[in-house]
C-alpha cells in the first residue's frame, strides 16, 4: 500500500490547526456561535493555501453530532467520515473533471432537493468551481439563488474572476491569503520535529521561499528533499535534489557578471552544464539568488539574510542587482522559443555582464537606491524674470542632406539599431550592448565591450556587416558607408584584435545564431 504523502497527513483538521488564515476562521466559528449559517460559501485564494481543508472543516463544524459547534470534537461518527470522504451527506466534485450541465443537474441539482439522509445538513464542496462550463454555472444558479432548507454550498477557486457575478454576488466570499516566510518556515519546523527529520534553518528557509505562499507546496518539496537526501537537510542539499543551482556556485558566477569578464562567465556556465544543470534551471536559480540578496540588501536581519549575504549584496550593488533582475526577467519570457539552449544561456549572462553598466552615451548610474537618497531641497529663491523671445529670424536655406542627418556616433548608431531591429527582431539581443565610437571618412565605428560576441562579429561574417553597412547609408541618406566593429575598454581606449582560428568560428554556435538572426550564409 502506497504511503501517505506529508501534506496529506498533516492537512488541517480543525479551525485552531488552519495555519496563516485567522482572519477566516475568527469570522466562520463567530458566524456558527451566533448560528449565522450561509447557504453559499466562495473560498478564493492561491493553490495550497488551505480552501479545500477549511471547506471540510466547515462541514465536520455544520454535522458533528455536538454541533453546529465551531470547534468539531473530530471523534464522532460524522466527523471521522467527512475526513475520509465516506459520509454520504457531503460530496465533494473536482469541477476540472465534472465540468459539464448534465454532471451539475445528476450530481448537485437533483440531489439537493432529497433531505439529508443522516447528518444535520447536506453539504455541497465544489472545487475549481471556475471550471465548470457556461450552462452548468446556469444549471447551479437556480439551486444556489433559492436552496433547498438544510442545504450548503462550499465553493473554492483559484480564479474567482472567471465565477460569474450571478454565482458571486450569492455567496459569502472569503479570501484566502499566501503563508508568509515565517508562518511557513514555522510549520516546516513542526512538520521536521513530528517526522523526525533533521533539517538546517537556511535549508527550510529556501523550501519556504520555493513554494511561493503555498503551504501543501512547501510540504512536498520538504518530502521530495528529504527522500532525496535521507540525512540531515542542508541548503545547497534542497536546491540540488530539486534540480536548481547551489548558493556558492551562484554567487561565484554572480561575482563573474559583476566584473563584466566574459571568459570566467562562459567557464563557470559550461561547468554547470557539465555537471547536468539545464540552462533554464540555471536561469532560475540565478533569479532566485538575485532576489535573496535584494531582501539582504534592502531588509537586512528582517528577512533573515546572512552577514556574507548582506555583503555579496553591497559588494555588487543595488543598481547592478535591480538591473540583472530585469535583464533576466526579458530572457526567461523567450525560453520557450529557444532552440538552443546553451547559446541561449550564454547570451543571457553574456548581456548581463553589460546590464549594470551606463552605456556610452548614459549618464553615470546612481549606485544607492532611490528610496535612501535624502530628498533634495527646494530652492527658495525666485525665479529669475522671464525673457521674451527674440524676433524670428527669416527662414535659411534648407541644408544639405549631409548637414541635416546626425553625425554623432551614438545617435547614429541608435538609430541604425533601431531600423535592424524593425527588420531582425532578434538582433537586438545580439547587438544591444554594443555602442556608437565614432566616425571616420564615411565609416560608423562600433565599439563592444564585450571580447565574445566582439571576436564572432568582427570580420567573420562580411554579409552581416553589409547589411549593417546599407542600414547606415540609408540612415545617413547619402550611398558609399561603412561599418568597423572596435573592442572598447572600460576607460575609453581600443584594444588590440585577436584573430580566430576559422575552424573555431565554423563550428562555433554562436555563429550560426548571427547567421539565422540576419538570414545569411558565410562566406567561403
Given at each position: 500500500?502506497?504511503?501517505?504523502?506529508?501534506?496529506?497527513?498533516?492537512?488541517?483538521?480543525?479551525?485552531?490547526?488552519?495555519?496563516?488564515?485567522?482572519?477566516?476562521?475568527?469570522?466562520?466559528?463567530s458566524a456558527i456561535r451566533s448560528g449565522r449559517i450561509a447557504h453559499a460559501y466562495l473560498f478564493v485564494g492561491p493553490r495550497g493555501t488551505g480552501k479545500t481543508s477549511a471547506a471540510r472543516i466547515l462541514a465536520k463544524c455544520l454535522c458533528c453530532e455536538k454541533g453546529p459547534t465551531p470547534d468539531p470534537c473530530l471523534e464522532c461518527s460524522f466527523c471521522k467520515r467527512i475526513a475520509d470522504g465516506s459520509l454520504g451527506d457531503v460530496m465533494e466534485m473536482d469541477?476540472?473533471?465534472?465540468?459539464?450541465?448534465?454532471?451539475?443537474?445528476?450530481?448537485?441539482?437533483?440531489?439537493?432537493?432529497?433531505?439529508?439522509?443522516?447528518?444535520?445538513?447536506?453539504?455541497?464542496?465544489?472545487?475549481?468551481?471556475?471550471?465548470?462550463?457556461?450552462?452548468?454555472?446556469?444549471?447551479?444558479?437556480?439551486?444556489?439563488?433559492?436552496?433547498?432548507?438544510?442545504?450548503?454550498?462550499?465553493?473554492?477557486?483559484?480564479?474567482?474572476?472567471?465565477?460569474?457575478?450571478?454565482?458571486?454576488?450569492?455567496?459569502?466570499?472569503?479570501?484566502?491569503?499566501?503563508?508568509?516566510?515565517?508562518?511557513?518556515?514555522?510549520?516546516?519546523?513542526?512538520?521536521?520535529?513530528?517526522?523526525?527529520?533533521?533539517?538546517?534553518?537556511?535549508?527550510?528557509?529556501?523550501?519556504?521561499?520555493?513554494?511561493?505562499?503555498?503551504?501543501?507546496?512547501?510540504?512536498?518539496?520538504?518530502?521530495?528533499?528529504?527522500?532525496?537526501?535521507?540525512?540531515?537537510?542542508?541548503?545547497?542539499?534542497?536546491?540540488?535534489?530539486?534540480?536548481?543551482?547551489?548558493?556558492?556556485?551562484?554567487?561565484?558566477?554572480?561575482?563573474?557578471?559583476?566584473?563584466?569578464?566574459?571568459?570566467?562567465?562562459?567557464?563557470?556556465?559550461?561547468?554547470?552544464?557539465?555537471?547536468?544543470?539545464?540552462?533554464?534551471?540555471?536561469?532560475?536559480?540565478?533569479?532566485?539568488?538575485?532576489?535573496?540578496?535584494?531582501?539582504?540588501?534592502?531588509?537586512?536581519?528582517?528577512?533573515?539574510?546572512?552577514?556574507?549575504?548582506?555583503?555579496?549584496?553591497?559588494?555588487?550593488?543595488?543598481?547592478?542587482?535591480?538591473?540583472?533582475?530585469?535583464?533576466?526577467?526579458?530572457?526567461?519570457?523567450?525560453?520557450?522559443?529557444?532552440?538552443?539552449?546553451?547559446?541561449?544561456?550564454?547570451?543571457?549572462?553574456?548581456?548581463?555582464?553589460?546590464?549594470?553598466?551606463?552605456?556610452?552615451?548614459?549618464?553615470?548610474?546612481?549606485?544607492?537606491?532611490?528610496?535612501?537618497?535624502?530628498?533634495?531641497?527646494?530652492?527658495?529663491?525666485?525665479?529669475?524674470?522671464?525673457?521674451?523671445?527674440?524676433?524670428?529670424?527669416?527662414?535659411?536655406?534648407?541644408?544639405?542632406?549631409?548637414?541635416?542627418?546626425?553625425?554623432?556616433?551614438?545617435?547614429?548608431?541608435?538609430?541604425?539599431?533601431?531600423?535592424?531591429?524593425?527588420?531582425?527582431?532578434?538582433?537586438?539581443?545580439?547587438?544591444?550592448?554594443?555602442?556608437?565610437?565614432?566616425?571616420?571618412?564615411?565609416?560608423?565605428?562600433?565599439?563592444?565591450?564585450?571580447?565574445?560576441?566582439?571576436?564572432?562579429?568582427?570580420?567573420?561574417?562580411?554579409?552581416?556587416?553589409?547589411?549593417?553597412?546599407?542600414?547606415?547609408?540609408?540612415?545617413?541618406?547619402?550611398?558609399?558607408?561603412?561599418?568597423?566593429?572596435?573592442?572598447?575598454?572600460?576607460?575609453?581606449?581600443?584594444?588590440?584584435?585577436?584573430?580566430?582560428?576559422?575552424?573555431?568560428?565554423?563550428?562555433?554556435?554562436?555563429?550560426?545564431?548571427?547567421?539565422?538572426?540576419?538570414?545569411?550564409?558565410?562566406?567561403?
Amino acid at each position: 500500500m502506497a504511503e501517505t504523502a506529508l501534506y496529506r497527513r498533516y492537512r488541517s483538521q480543525s479551525f485552531d490547526e488552519l495555519v496563516g488564515q485567522d482572519h477566516i476562521t475568527k469570522t466562520l466559528q463567530s458566524a456558527i456561535r451566533s448560528g449565522r449559517i450561509a447557504h453559499a460559501y466562495l473560498f478564493v485564494g492561491p493553490r495550497g493555501t488551505g480552501k479545500t481543508s477549511a471547506a471540510r472543516i466547515l462541514a465536520k463544524c455544520l454535522c458533528c453530532e455536538k454541533g453546529p459547534t465551531p470547534d468539531p470534537c473530530l471523534e464522532c461518527s460524522f466527523c471521522k467520515r467527512i475526513a475520509d470522504g465516506s459520509l454520504g451527506d457531503v460530496m465533494e466534485m473536482d469541477a476540472a473533471s465534472e465540468a459539464g450541465v448534465e454532471e451539475v443537474r445528476q450530481n448537485i441539482v437533483q440531489r439537493a432537493q432529497y433531505a439529508p439522509m443522516e447528518a444535520r445538513y447536506r453539504i455541497f464542496i465544489i472545487d475549481e468551481v471556475h471550471d465548470l462550463s457556461q450552462r452548468g454555472f446556469d444549471a447551479l444558479l437556480k439551486t444556489i439563488e433559492e436552496p433547498p432548507a438544510n442545504v450548503v454550498f462550499i465553493l473554492a477557486t483559484t480564479e474567482q474572476h472567471k465565477v460569474p457575478i450571478t454565482i458571486r454576488s450569492r455567496c459569502q466570499r472569503y479570501e484566502f491569503r499566501r503563508g508568509s516566510l515565517e508562518e511557513i518556515e514555522s510549520r516546516l519546523k513542526y512538520v521536521c520535529e513530528k517526522e523526525g527529520i533533521e533539517y538546517e534553518d537556511d535549508a527550510l528557509r529556501t523550501i519556504a521561499r520555493l513554494s511561493d505562499g503555498g503551504y501543501r507546496d512547501a510540504l512536498t518539496l520538504l518530502e521530495q528533499a528529504h527522500l532525496a537526501v535521507g540525512g540531515k537537510l542542508t541548503r545547497d542539499e534542497v536546491l540540488t535534489q530539486l534540480g536548481l543551482v547551489g548558493e556558492n556556485s551562484m554567487d561565484d558566477l554572480l561575482r563573474r557578471i559583476a566584473e563584466g569578464q566574459v571568459g570566467p562567465i562562459l567557464e563557470a556556465a559550461t561547468a554547470l552544464v557539465q555537471q547536468g544543470k539545464e540552462p533554464k534551471a540555471i536561469v532560475e536559480s540565478l533569479a532566485l539568488r538575485l532576489n535573496e540578496l535584494t531582501h539582504a540588501l534592502y531588509l537586512g536581519k528582517h528577512a533573515g539574510a546572512t552577514k556574507e549575504e548582506v555583503a555579496l549584496a553591497k559588494e555588487i550593488g543595488p543598481h547592478r542587482i535591480l538591473a540583472f533582475q530585469e535583464a533576466l526577467a526579458h530572457s526567461m519570457r523567450d525560453i520557450r522559443d529557444v532552440t538552443l539552449p546553451r547559446v541561449w544561456l550564454e547570451l543571457t549572462l553574456v548581456k548581463l555582464s553589460a546590464a549594470g553598466e551606463p552605456t556610452a552615451e548614459a549618464a553615470p548610474g546612481v549606485e544607492e537606491p532611490l528610496a535612501a537618497q535624502s530628498p533634495a531641497k527646494r530652492d527658495e529663491r525666485p525665479a529669475a524674470p522671464r525673457k521674451e523671445p527674440p524676433p524670428a529670424e527669416p527662414p535659411k536655406a534648407s541644408p544639405s542632406a549631409e548637414d541635416a542627418n546626425p553625425k554623432e556616433p551614438g545617435q547614429l548608431w541608435e538609430q541604425v539599431k533601431e531600423r535592424l531591429t524593425n527588420r531582425f527582431s532578434a538582433s537586438k539581443q545580439l547587438l544591444g550592448a554594443s555602442f556608437g565610437v565614432a566616425i571616420e571618412d564615411k565609416a560608423l565605428i562600433v565599439g563592444f565591450k564585450n571580447r565574445f560576441l566582439f571576436e564572432r562579429l568582427q570580420g567573420k561574417l562580411p554579409k552581416v556587416e553589409g547589411i549593417i553597412a546599407e542600414m547606415v547609408s540609408e540612415v545617413v541618406g547619402e550611398p558609399g558607408w561603412a561599418v568597423r566593429f572596435q573592442l572598447q575598454q572600460e576607460n575609453g581606449g581600443k584594444a588590440a584584435t585577436q584573430e580566430v582560428d576559422s575552424s573555431v568560428v565554423e563550428g562555433d554556435d554562436l555563429v550560426r545564431e548571427v547567421q539565422s538572426v540576419f538570414q545569411v550564409e558565410k562566406d567561403a
